[in-house]
């Protein structure tokens, strides 16, 4: 094959043109890249070519890999560029276009990710497809520039089997975008069978559930706390908790964070059962959830440690990733330059160390007190290796407790403590030398609004202003950059100044929720306004009025080939399942009566998945049991400000009532300075509340228990 150029000896392709990072990424590529959109479907159809479309994002490890072995190929791009209209599409911008074709080639390859490679006819209908290929035949797996020639061979000589192989596939698809099954009750029997799958496919040696690689799965995290909450049976309590001691204790977690520094975090997943060894991106998507589980598990628990997981992702956030003007940026990337070693980029190069550099850094004492405590070893401690690629090196992971290390070492606990901070500050600090991994840059209105939820929550748990501020800042952001002032109507991706991208049902939802949020931390009600006019939106635009459930895409975007709803709660929960929560805290907050109304349709739409295998919807269990065990509603009276209110306010967000909608009288025009609360539930009103104690005890009510 060709000798591959640089980048400085090639013209751009048509990338140059785009925001995304991830497709500036490829805009040198030898490969003649179209975006998403008309001009490659109309180049398609005119010269009878088969479309070629790689999806992935920026931060994605094995994306990189396959563009320096293919896309970076001359002979590779020659035989693109002459039999295929090759497009390139960041599944961070167009969710709705991954869901299409990763529905495809799990359906027929049994497996999906990225990035995701997939063969379509000129109407954009697929007929083959996988993930990662490699440039040659290797492992047992076809080399992409030889299944390029295959496939650039059919078409010119038996075009219309994979034409007619490609029509039944999409009208399988189509039928799989429809109707689900006839509506059917739920009934505390769906709850508990999705719980006991969890329960059968839990790790009970390292938390989580199924084997490697293991993902954080914060939606199945969140439906247990709901379901434990609302049953009572503690044990699927303390399975979450248990997950989260161990993924704390993991290299999963960055534990060189330093307060109101930066670093800290999670990365995306572990590539092995025990939480050690991640693909080292991080995730705004992922830090946001698993801030807001964190906090949870702090109000259910009252243990601090998991208080401090929590602050240390939102430490991470504020200090790393935050957009100065407001917002927050998308992800970091796995892959960075080796610190005076090459010009290569290598995976988790920035969060590796050996022992001798952690011995270079520290003095003596506080070096061996790190390395016992982090797991650092001479020869290096990752176990599951299969390339070698971490030789020598060290992924930090709690392998000692600060009150094993005061045995060993013969010194008090609060000594550990101090000592261990010190030499994470000091290798915060000569990392901070090292070439960073790269940053996606743009602003996505759906992960900020999970990510303005979790400083919601935190705010309501901690009581610590800066929290509510982070959150005011982000929503005040995408409000004034992202929402339409004509129109009403959102957008998706804000980066450089430029806004763009029709908004998906998920910033529909998820931002929403943030709002809703906003305003119970808050009380301002232009929020909950705001919410109100943007869920009416979303119904307009996204609704399926004929049988429920919610489109991905809006309804008058001509882009995509087939609207399908979303009915997986994977990395980020389904925007059906948290739109069926907003729909119902709006019912109660708004008095609507319609929003109740889609909310019970849309569970109808998905009803026989919920009953059948509803662990593939536990963001929309958790949102369902609200419902079906009954809505606690708090309505707190007196002037914003007020220490007596506050002390309500501070009461409520630190417990863990997934039931309970909060709002202020004045939302409902009532007025009146006298501090209450009154409760709300089962049917019934309590006696309003004048002192703490009191609405505690209400808020113990034993109603909510089956």
Known sequence: MKQHMTQQARNPNLLIGET?????????????WFPWGDEAFEKAQKEDMPIFLSIGYSTCHWCHVMERESFENETIADVLNRSFVSVKVDREEHPDIDRIYMTYVQATTGRGGWPMSVWLTPDRKPFFGGSYFPPADRYGQPGFYNLLL???GTWKQDKKRLILAADRIFAELTALSMHTGEPSMLSGKTFHDAADVFKRQFDK???????APKFPQPSILDFLLAYSFYTGKREFQDMVLFTLRKMN???IHDHIGVREMGGGGFARYSTDRRWHVPHFEKMLYDNAQLASTFIDAFRISGDRSFASSAEDILNYVLCDMGAGEGGFYSAEDADSIPAGKSMVKKEGSFYLWSRKEVEAVLDRSESELFCYVFGVREEGNVQDDPHGEFDGQNVLMIEHGEDDASGKFGIPQETVKSVLENAKKKLFETRQLRPRPDRDDKILTSWNGLMISAFCKAYNAFGNGKYLDAAKKGADFIL?????????????????????IRAKADDYAFFIQALLDLYEASFDPDYQKTAVSLMEKQIELCYDEVTGGFFSTPSDDPSVPLRMKEDYDGAEPSPDSITVRNLWRLGELSERDDFIQVAEKTIGFYSDILNTSGYHLPAMLTAAMMHHYGICRVVLTGNPGNAALEGFQKLIGGKYLPDTVVMHASLSGETGNEVSAL?????????AAKETESLSALLAHTWRKE
Do not use: M, T
């Not at 040696?205 to 084997?211: H, I, P, R, S």
């Open 480 to 500: 004034e950059n992202l929402l339409g002032k004509e129109d009403g109507q959102l957008l998706r991706r804000y980066r450089n100044g430029v806004a763009g």
């Open 679 to 687: 409760v709300c539930a089962d049917n019934i009103c309590h006696p």
């Open 20 to 32: 995304s990072p991830y497709l500036l990424q490829h805009a040198y590529n030898p490969v003649k």
């Open 249 to 251: 204790a993991g290299g």
């Open 205 to 211: 040696a390292y938390g989580g559930f199924g084997e």
């Open 150 to 152: 295959s496939i650039e």
